[in-house]
């Protein structure tokens, strides 16, 4: 029987403390998304593949506020 496992990452002390902190998780989820937005709209270095598109945000930087908040400050 094979099977892979999705390994969970446990929270950690720092995050524990911040737990019901809606605005902390908010400006992480800012943080996060105002990066990856940069690097999208960085002009093209030249022979230079451009940024993904795509970003992939973890879940300790929104675990507060949902994946439903992260998709509404991305648009």
């Given at each position: 029987m094979s099977w892979t496992c999705t390994r969970i990452r446990r929270p950690t002390w720092?995050?524990?403390?911040?737990e019901g902190d809606v605005e902390h998780y908010k400006a992480r989820v800012?943080?996060?998304v105002g990066k990856w937005t940069a690097r999208a709209a960085a002009p093209a270095?030249?022979?230079?593949?451009?940024p993904p598109v795509e970003c992939a945000i973890p879940l300790r930087d929104y675990r507060g506020v949902g994946?439903?908040?992260v998709a509404e400050v991305a648009l």
């Open positions: 720092p995050e524990l403390r911040h800012g943080k996060a270095e030249p022979k230079k593949p451009r994946g439903w908040y």
